[in-house]
């Protein structure tokens, strides 16, 4: 396996909007981000993964881009991002780009002209079709976003296929011009200094020919989740090498693709270190471990989660990616609620499950990804009114499960509460003032309540906190190969509440052992660990030194790291 600085490092994902502003609009910005450039050296982190900042109408917050090559005014200038970059360098931090070319905005000039009419010349930049005969969908997939995915266009009176809003059209990948475009823009934003992308929904660009009806998996629905055919297609891994051809090969970056329903082999060809196209992907398998799997809508339908569960998709996802993958580590994104709500106790064990979490993610074999906020133990938010929220998926769904489902608003807000993505995106709570010191403003989204008792300024000089918690993980990750490096062997895979796993490398083996719940496990040493010396690398709760790993008793969301040689 190469040494490689993208498997060492740890990234940090900035989700603009939420993260500081700087001129008291109440909308984060570059310069917010700029001002926070000594906490995130602070903090450790290698890299930056920043969510997007183009141009765009924000009908799903910059994920609808309506030119790729400039800065969204609201977020400043292309000075202000230079500026950035600069100031991340300066700070030996690298800055990765989201990459967003599944689909543009509608107001992106290729669709304005696409949809003036059927023999423009940007006509099959995106996916347009004929009605069926009595009128209605060219096919009967789902938007992501609800309802059907294609939206009917009367000035050609064909439909145009969006996977996710019906302001976000799919490009069309089969078309070679659309490729030149979009390698053109990656060389564009490389050769100004980016270290690498991040590649939203990057599987989807290859669909199943003929775009065929989905299996019917929803009898509830007029329309079917098609994950089968909108995801993973014939040409996808032809696209991503001419992209590797073409732009990827020729610079020293890191890469990471977003690939929900990825199958596991392909994400293994996909990552290969020699002949794969891309340095990792983010898999979903265990973001279903609480939901229902299968479709997109199962994130709605949460239901308590099993540590073995867990324990066999990440350890499946490990041995899989053995002789030349690699994997991304995460419980977290501007997507997820907050983990520690989600996966801790955020009620009555907020710090020692913030940490637990945080000792999985940074001790597995991978790149671990920390998301703005999670360093300070963020938690989900229960805003009261439906009016309290901005994420259009939410309103989307909101709206459908009212109005089409007949589910209660109660019911409905249950599941906003629990799984919506506006729980990672209300403002980084800095310090305790007003709004949290995010802005001097009225905030875009209200900001968690609970900023006064969990903000950065309180956790920066507590040495017991999570923020430095997280920072010794990191300082540990850049002390120990092993971490990075070491091959990795679970222990106790039926266990329900222990997560027992080592690492080892050269003679040198860690041993993690984990208690994911409230309970109080008995750990037993298993008979093939031996050592002669064991030092305790990091724990969240007083342990001694001295004390006989052969067998205790974990308090509840225990962490414990050894070192054996
Ligand atoms: O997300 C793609 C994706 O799979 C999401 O639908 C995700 O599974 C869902 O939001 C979780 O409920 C990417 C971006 O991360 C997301 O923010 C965008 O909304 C989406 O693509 C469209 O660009
Ligand atoms: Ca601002």
Redesign the pocket.
């Known amino acids: 396996m190469k040494r490689q600085w993208w498997k060492e490092a740890v990234v940090y994902q900035v989700y603009p909007r939420s993260f500081n502003d700087s001129n008291g609009d109440g909308i984060g910005d570059l310069q917010g981000i700029i001002e926070k450039a000594d906490y995130l050296q602070e903090l450790g982190v290698d890299v930056v993964w920043l969510?997007p900042v183009y141009k765009s109408p924000n009908d799903?917050?910059g994920?609808?881009i309506s030119d790729y090559q400039q800065i969204m005014d609201e977020f400043g200038t292309m000075e202000d991002w230079d500026e950035l970059l600069d100031a991340l360098h300066d700070r030996g931090i690298k800055l990765i780009m989201?990459l967003?070319v599944?689909?543009t905005s509608d107001e992106h000039p290729w669709f304005v002209e696409s949809r003036q009419s059927k023999d423009n010349p940007y006509r099959d930049y995106y996916i347009w079709r004929d009605p069926k005969p009595d009128g209605s969908e060219p096919n009967n997939w789902v938007s992501?976003?609800s309802g059907s995915a294609w939206e009917y266009d009367d000035r050609t009176n064909q439909y145009f296929l969006h996977?996710?809003?019906k302001r976000?059209p799919d490009l069309n990948w089969e078309n070679t011009e659309v490729r030149n475009d979009v390698y053109k823009m990656m060389t564009w934003w490389l050769d100004r200094g980016v270290d690498g992308f991040r590649m939203?929904?990057i599987n989807?660009i290859s669909k199943s020919p003929g775009l065929p009806d989905a299996s019917v998996k929803d009898p509830d629905s007029d329309y079917q989740f098609a994950a089968e055919h909108f995801a993973n297609g014939p040409r996808l891994m032809e696209f991503l090498g001419e992209m590797k051809e073409r732009v990827l090969k020729h610079y020293d970056i890191m890469t990471v693709g977003?690939t929900?329903?990825l199958p596991i082999d392909s994400a293994r060809k996909m990552t290969d270190e020699n002949v794969g196209f891309l340095n990792m992907v983010f898999q979903?398998e265990h973001?279903a471990v609480d939901a229902q799997p299968g479709t997109?809508a199962g994130?709605w339908e949460t239901r308590q989660w099993e540590l073995p569960e867990l324990k066999h998709i990440m350890t499946k996802w490990d041995k899989e990616m053995e002789g030349g993958g690699w994997n991304s580590l995460y419980f977290n994104?501007?997507?997820?609620p907050r983990q520690v709500s989600r996966f801790g106790d955020d009620k009555h064990y907020h710090k020692h499950s913030a940490k637990l979490l945080a000792t999985y993610l940074h001790t597995m074999r991978g790149t671990p990804y920390i998301y703005q906020g999670e360093e300070l133990g963020m938690t989900n938010v229960r805003f009261p009114s439906i009016e309290d929220y901005r994420d259009?998926?939410i309103h989307n769904m909101y709206k459908e499960y009212t109005e089409e489902r007949g589910y209660s608003h109660e019911e409905v807000m249950n599941k906003i509460w629990t799984?919506g993505?506006d729980n990672a995106r209300t403002p980084v709570q800095w310090d305790d003032s007003e709004n949290g010191g995010f802005t001097t403003g009225t905030p875009w989204i209200k900001v968690n309540p609970n900023y006064r008792e969990i903000n950065a300024k309180q956790q920066m000089s507590d040495p017991d906190s999570i923020f430095n918690y997280y920072k010794q993980l990191i300082e540990l990750r850049k002390q120990e190969d092993v971490i990075v490096y070491g091959s990795y062997e679970l222990y106790m895979a039926d266990h329900e509440e222990l997560y027992v796993y080592t690492r080892s490398i050269n003679g040198e083996k860690l041993l993690v052992i984990l208690n994911f719940f409230a309970g109080e496990p008995v750990f037993e040493l298993p008979e093939d660990i031996a050592f002669d010396h064991k030092t305790l690398l990091i724990s969240n709760y007083e342990v001694k030194e001295s004390e006989s790993i052969s067998s205790f008793t974990l308090r509840p969301y225990e962490a414990r790291v050894y070192k054996l040689n």
């Not at 994104?333 to 997820?336: A, E, I, P, S």
């Open positions: 969510s799903d917050n994920y609808d989201d967003v599944n689909h992501f976003f996977l996710f809003t976000q939203d929904v989807n977003e929900a329903f979903f973001m997109h994130k994104n501007h997507d997820q259009v998926e799984t993505r």
